[in-house]
């Protein structure tokens, strides 16, 4: 075997010709014989290269709509024939099989299909049969055969020929390692749109992720843990292709952190402006205004302890105004739809910030799931698109709550909702005053949440909590009464939680006591 292998015959069908100009002169000018098929020959031909059709070749020619037009021994003997073993080379003699040294295909363009909302019909004929035939065929035996998949490898290639006038083995595992990867991808995705989309199946027996490298990050969590960034096929929008404007390179801790506030920003998506503010995946504040300005102050009065070097994410254009008062302090992600002139200009100066432009926000009830790695496994679920409307809500103490309290209750609620548990939330006015997350009981959450609201109270020369008059809801139901009698101390009047309790009479007992308003929701919200 040589050093750099000769390309003696090449065989090309392309879907996507991009690239093809240079790499076919630079195959024909170190010699290869050029066979294609329909649409690539003609380009080929037009682009002033001689060319053998397929059809010439296996003797037969293209039938059934182009179906079946590769799916020939002349074919995929040519390909998978062992140059130095004597019965495959008998056979390629007897059988008049000359070999092919390079297979340049790229697939049907499946997903691209599926995304344009075109008919079943059309998506099972983009449903490519020869070309990963060819591609797997070529790549089992790359030791003979180059497999040319991407066209961001032709470059690489034309240096190759160009420098030694052939490709090394190593270099053709490496495209063909690309090339069985490209193949296990097409065929998740169409696995993929089966259950899913024609079939309606949530969870089906088996299932693939087709998912490309969009980036290696710096490290992971922690500096001695590696990580990359991968992109879904067929999906769009969200933080992982959310523009970049400014700032350096995203880490592994700033994308999970802006996704968790896109996630809870999602849920405001249709509300007055509003701001959220994440630390390590937790909101530590988040407010509505009648303006972006507004609700920062707000959400930033909350915990502006936890807020330095956190995540912000705005549910409207970013303002300039708002820009200029969130680089106050020292923030590292800015998340907006979108943001304009002022705003950019505010954040220029502070280079290491990074502003994420993600276009529209999406619907908080859109369907999807989540997937959680545990030790030899993975865990899928629907992911929590659960809302609480008014009409849901049921009042079990002998109190009605006001209207306002009722406002507060479901703000609350809806924050609630993408704090870790255990979780507890203090809201009034339209804006977080307390925060509880993680806790192991949810009494200590409820009084971490006070110890927070009494501090921002001293900070800003409050003369009481914000957590004063305030509702509170809890993630899960109170198991005893002791974490409802800690919101009771920190001055809460309304409370919302699922309920659900074998003690609900024992805890109803104690806020009809305090005089508080309770409602319960039947639902619970566990992040955990």
């Given at each position: 075997?040589?050093?750099?292998?000769?390309?003696?015959?090449?065989?090309?069908?392309?879907?996507?010709?991009?690239?093809?100009?240079?790499?076919?002169?630079?195959?024909?000018?170190?010699?290869?014989?050029?066979?294609?098929?329909?649409?690539?020959?003609?380009?080929?031909?037009?682009?002033?290269?001689?060319?053998?059709?397929?059809?010439?070749?296996?003797?037969?020619?293209?039938?059934?709509?182009?179906?079946?037009?590769?799916?020939?021994?002349?074919?995929?003997?040519?390909?998978?024939?062992?140059?130095?073993?004597?019965?495959?080379?008998?056979?390629?003699?007897?059988?008049?099989?000359?070999?092919?040294?390079?297979?340049?295909?790229?697939?049907?363009?499946?997903?691209?299909?599926?995304?344009?909302?075109?008919?079943?019909?059309?998506?099972?004929?983009?449903?490519?049969?020869?070309g990963p035939s060819m591609v797997?065929?070529?790549?089992?035996?790359?030791?003979?055969?180059?497999?040319?998949?991407?066209?961001?490898?032709?470059?690489?290639?034309?240096?190759?020929?160009?420098?030694?006038?052939?490709?090394?083995?190593?270099?053709?595992?490496?495209?063909?390692?690309?090339?069985?990867?490209?193949?296990?991808?097409?065929?998740?995705?169409?696995?993929?749109?089966?259950?899913?989309?024609?079939?309606?199946?949530?969870?089906?027996?088996?299932?693939?992720?087709?998912?490309?490298?969009?980036?290696?990050?710096?490290?992971?969590?922690?500096?001695?843990?590696?990580?990359?960034?991968?992109?879904?096929?067929?999906?769009?929008?969200?933080?992982?292709?959310?523009?970049?404007?400014?700032?350096?390179?995203?880490?592994?801790?700033?994308?999970?952190?802006?996704?968790?506030?896109?996630?809870?920003?999602?849920?405001?998506?249709?509300?007055?402006?509003?701001?959220?503010?994440?630390?390590?995946?937790?909101?530590?504040?988040v407010a509505s205004g009648e303006?972006?300005?507004?609700?920062?102050?707000?959400?930033?009065?909350?915990?502006?302890?936890?807020?330095?070097?956190?995540?912000?994410?705005?549910?409207?254009?970013?303002?300039?105004?708002?820009?200029?008062?969130?680089?106050?302090?020292?923030?590292?992600?800015?998340?907006?739809?979108?943001?304009?002139?002022?705003?950019?200009?505010?954040?220029?100066?502070?280079?290491?910030?990074?502003?994420?432009?993600?276009?529209?926000?999406?619907?908080?009830?859109?369907?999807?799931?989540?997937?959680?790695?545990?030790?030899?496994?993975?865990?899928?679920?629907?992911?929590?698109?659960?809302?609480?409307?008014?009409?849901?809500?049921?009042?079990?103490?002998?109190?009605?709550?006001?209207?306002?309290?009722?406002?507060?209750?479901?703000?609350?609620?809806?924050?609630?909702?993408?704090?870790?548990?255990?979780?507890?939330?203090?809201?009034?006015?339209?804006?977080?005053?307390?925060?509880?997350?993680?806790?192991?009981?949810?009494?200590?959450?409820?009084?971490?949440?006070?110890?927070?609201?009494?501090?921002?109270?001293?900070?800003?020369?409050?003369?009481?909590?914000?957590?004063?008059?305030?509702?509170?809801?809890?993630?899960?139901?109170?198991?005893?009464?002791?974490?409802?009698?800690?919101?009771?101390?920190?001055?809460?009047?309304?409370?919302?939680?699922?309920?659900?309790?074998?003690?609900?009479?024992?805890?109803?007992?104690a806020a009809d006591e305090a005089?508080?308003?309770?409602?319960?929701?039947?639902?619970?919200?566990?992040?955990?």
């Open positions: 075997m040589k050093e750099h292998q000769p390309i003696r015959r090449a065989l090309i069908s392309l879907s996507d010709k991009e690239g093809l100009e240079p790499l076919a002169e630079a195959l024909v000018r170190h010699g290869a014989e050029l066979v294609s098929t329909g649409g690539t020959a003609k380009r080929l031909r037009e682009l002033g290269h001689e060319v053998r059709d397929v059809s010439d070749l296996t003797g037969f020619p293209e039938m059934m709509d182009g179906r079946v037009k590769t799916l020939h021994p002349k074919v995929h003997g040519a390909i998978l024939g062992v140059r130095d073993n004597p019965d495959h080379v008998a056979a390629m003699e007897e059988h008049g099989i000359a070999p092919i040294d390079m297979v340049v295909v790229n697939l049907y363009p499946f997903e691209e299909t599926v995304a344009s909302g075109a008919d079943r019909a059309t998506i099972i004929e983009n449903i490519d049969i020869g797997r065929s070529a790549a089992k035996n790359h030791g003979d055969v180059a497999i040319l998949t991407d066209p961001a490898d032709y470059d690489a290639v034309i240096g190759e020929l160009d420098g030694h006038g052939g490709l090394t083995l190593e270099f053709r595992r490496m495209l063909a390692a690309k090339a069985f990867a490209l193949t296990a991808s097409y065929d998740a995705a169409i696995s993929g749109w089966f259950a899913f989309a024609d079939q309606g199946e949530a969870y089906p027996e088996r299932r693939s992720l087709a998912a490309v490298k969009a980036s290696e990050l710096r490290y992971g969590e922690n500096p001695h843990q590696k990580a990359a960034l991968y992109l879904p096929q067929a999906v769009v929008g969200g933080i992982a292709r959310a523009e970049q404007v400014q700032g350096k390179e995203l880490s592994y801790n700033n994308l999970n952190d802006a996704d968790a506030a896109f996630d809870l920003l999602s849920e405001f998506r249709d509300g007055p402006p509003t701001v959220v503010i994440v630390k390590h995946a937790n909101p530590c504040g303006t972006l300005e507004e609700a920062w102050q707000s959400a930033l009065a909350c915990d502006s302890v936890s807020a330095f070097g956190g995540i912000v994410a705005v549910n409207r254009t970013l303002d300039g105004a708002t820009a200029r008062a969130i680089t106050q302090i020292f923030t590292e992600v800015v998340v907006a739809p979108d943001a304009d002139d002022d705003a950019k200009a505010a954040f220029a100066a502070k280079k290491n910030l990074r502003l994420l432009l993600t276009g529209p926000i999406p619907d908080p009830r859109r369907p999807g799931q989540t997937v959680k790695p545990i030790a030899g496994g993975l865990l899928y679920q629907d992911r929590d698109n659960a809302m609480v409307r008014r009409e849901d809500l049921k009042v079990v103490t002998k109190r009605e709550p006001t209207e306002q309290e009722v406002a507060d209750c479901l703000f609350a609620w809806t924050v609630a909702k993408h704090v870790k548990s255990n979780a507890i939330v203090y809201a009034k006015d339209g804006a977080t005053a307390g925060i509880g997350a993680g806790q192991m009981n949810r009494r200590d959450s409820a009084r971490i949440a006070a110890i927070k609201a009494r501090e921002a109270a001293e900070t800003y020369g409050w003369d009481e909590p914000r957590t004063v008059g305030s509702a509170v809801a809890s993630d899960a139901f109170f198991p005893f009464a002791d974490g409802l009698l800690a919101a009771v101390d920190a001055g809460a009047t309304a409370v919302i939680q699922p309920g659900g309790s074998i003690r609900d009479d024992e805890v109803i007992a005089g508080l308003a309770m409602l319960f929701t039947g639902m619970r919200h566990f992040r955990h």
